[in-house]
């Protein structure tokens, strides 16, 4: 069975600025957007046919969005089930602020008997790493540190939920800033292949020059196809992978 994988950073739907400058005039936008921003995502991912969706900065219905619950509205467009929570620790300050207490990631799949596990790590401000089994692969969703020093913590502890002879998924935002090559140990650890060849950037939308956003499998996962469509709906750019389960 042939299943298609889509992870996107969707910024809560504020939109792509176009440039550093822009950004820095439009800041606005991260305590009230427009939600023509979250409609053109919802078009591009409804079009892309996806059976499993990753969502990273997604908002689940603060003052920002107008109180719409960014991924309960997807799941329903898409007729997926949703899994996902606030990223921040389960006793984290930011839980009780408003704007950042609806700051989510999630994942949405068709697939009825998908079974889920949350996970926050015990480095870094965005704790949450999320867990999903869908027929029989294990996919986690995540989002990790701009802090280089904290980032390697997190994937220390990461490649620890990252089970052997499994097939897996990991996919996310993983500000990468230094290079692919932070990855390293964490994939020489846990077996995992960046199907990324050419190693094309995913940041920032307008005008891509770095690689912070991935989609690593392991063995068992066999791609048939890979891309990063070029579209500017949020600062960062998805990726879009095609894979059958090797059999056993």
């Known amino acids: 069975?042939?299943?298609?994988?889509?992870?996107?950073?969707?910024?809560?739907?504020?939109?792509?600025?176009?440039?550093?400058?822009?950004?820095?005039?439009?800041?606005?936008?991260?305590l009230k957007t427009n939600s023509e921003h979250f409609e053109k995502i919802s078009d591009f991912i409804e079009?892309?046919?996806?059976?499993?969706?990753?969502?990273?900065?997604?908002?689940?219905?603060?003052?920002?969005t107008g109180y719409h619950d960014q991924i309960a509205e997807l799941a329903a467009r898409l007729k997926h089930y949703h899994f996902g929570s606030v990223k921040y620790g389960e006793n984290s300050i930011s839980r009780n602020i408003p704007i950042l207490n609806k700051q989510c990631n999630a994942l949405l799949t068709r697939e009825l008997r998908a079974?889920?596990?949350?996970?926050?790590?015990?480095?870094?401000?965005?704790?949450?790493?999320?867990?999903?089994d869908v027929n029989n692969v294990k996919i986690f969703v995540v989002h990790l540190s701009l802090r280089k020093a904290v980032r390697v913590r997190q994937l220390s502890l990461l490649a620890d939920l990252i089970p052997a002879h499994t097939?897996?998924?990991v996919a996310g935002d993983f500000n990468t800033m230094s290079g692919s090559e932070e990855l390293q140990d964490f994939m020489r650890d846990t077996g995992l292949i960046n199907p990324n060849r050419a190693e094309l950037p995913t940041y920032p939308a307008w005008k891509p020059k770095k690689q912070l956003d991935y989609l690593l499998h392991s063995k068992e996962i066999v791609p048939e196809y890979f891309a990063v469509p070029q579209v500017d709906f949020s600062d960062h750019l998805p990726l879009i992978m095609d894979f059958k389960v090797k059999k056993r």
């Open 47 to 64: 079009s892309s046919n996806a059976n499993i969706v990753g969502l990273v900065e997604a908002d689940s219905g603060s003052y920002r």
């Open 115 to 132: 079974e889920s596990k949350l996970h926050f790590l015990s480095r870094g401000m965005k704790k949450l790493v999320i867990e999903v």
């Open 1 to 30: 069975m042939k299943l298609r994988i889509l992870v996107y950073n969707i910024a809560y739907g504020t939109g792509s600025p176009g440039s550093i400058h822009r950004r820095l005039f439009t800041a606005h936008r991260y």
């Open 167 to 169: 097939p897996v998924i």
